[in-house]
């Protein structure tokens, strides 16, 4: 199998969010995943958008997806949002052709190239776990991590709705737990594994917002997490930089550190200079060492 893609990172990964770029570059590299840069992308207007202007958002990602189109590559990403919004228009230009036309005159009038509705959106995540055997993956971890108790953290734009994404993906989705395994660590079952982390309510209430993170965090280090990791650059900012705020509100200590999935395999893959460690809130630094891993 052809591991080429179309790299669509999203804005929170060259921005905020930075390590987990360096990091899944890095890791897919070393895996013999070629991901081509998109220049003409811009933001895929997330939640949002679809919700305030649908047909702004259903063009934006057409114009996304035609760019990979293009390249006749598939396209994979890091954020749980970018995937959901791209998937969800990718759905529906699959299935309702009238639809797709109509975006597709837009399209023509800006001087864009007419989406065909012909490749499929994955997280790289999703790749690494599925499209690459686990031998392969398995091989090239130097570092493995003898048992780390690892709580994963999926959010919930990669797992809902249920009847847009793969029927390897959804609500009965294990990557994580998957990749955990494979790298030698130890998944942590606790109860906010599958929850909203958050983020889309960061402006309206923030409170709430914060009172989310905590639980998730507080719940995962309660049931042994030395660490926790999401595949989501959105799920990285909540989960990591307000985890601070996040104990102001309901006034407790939490110091999980929390990483995204790349920096993780980054770190079990030896390749420490990409994984971006310095730049975590917490850092998980005294948890691999304690395991002999750092």
């Known amino acids: 199998m052809k591991l080429d893609f179309a790299y669509y990172p999203g804005c929170a ?28 992308a811009t933001c895929c207007g997330a939640v949002s958008l679809r919700e305030t202007r649908p047909a702004f958002s259903l063009a934006v990602a057409a114009r996304i997806l035609s760019e990979a189109e293009e390249g006749g590559r598939d396209l994979v990403t890091i954020c749980n949002t970018c995937l959901q919004t791209l998937t969800h228009a990718n759905h529906r230009f699959k299935t309702e052709p009238e639809l797709l036309d109509k975006i597709n005159h837009v399209l023509v009038q800006a001087g ?75 998944p942590v079952a606790y109860d906010g594994h599958d929850k909203c982390c958050g983020f ?31 595949p989501c650059t959105l799920c990285d900012m909540s989960m990591g930089s307000f985890q601070g705020p996040a104990e102001k509100v309901v006034g407790k200590r939490i110091e999980l550190p929390e990483m995204n999935f790349a920096q993780l395999i980054a770190v079990a893959m030896g390749l420490e200079g990409k994984a971006g460690l310095n730049r975590l809130h917490v850092s998980p630094k005294a948890a691999l060492s304690r395991r002999g891993i750092g």
């Open 112 to 186: 864009v190239r007419p989406y065909q509705a012909s490749i499929q959106v994955y997280h790289l995540l999703w790749v690494i776990t599925d499209q690459i055997e686990p031998e392969k993956v398995r091989a090239k971890v130097v570092k493995p991590l003898k048992g780390l108790r690892v709580a994963p953290f999926y959010g919930c734009h990669n797992l809902r709705p249920e009847e847009i994404f793969d029927a390897k993906a959804g609500e009965k989705a294990d990557h994580l737990d998957r990749l955990i395994v494979l790298l030698g660590g130890e």
């Open 200 to 230: 889309h309510v960061m402006l309206s209430d923030k409170v709430e917002m914060r009172a989310m993170v905590a639980r998730n965090c507080l719940n995962a280090k309660e049931a042994g997490a030395e660490v926790m990791i999401t």
């Open 13 to 40: 990964a060259k921005q905020v969010q930075k390590e987990a770029d360096v990091a899944a570059r890095a890791v897919a590299g070393s895996l013999g995943i070629t991901l081509h840069e998109m220049p003409r």
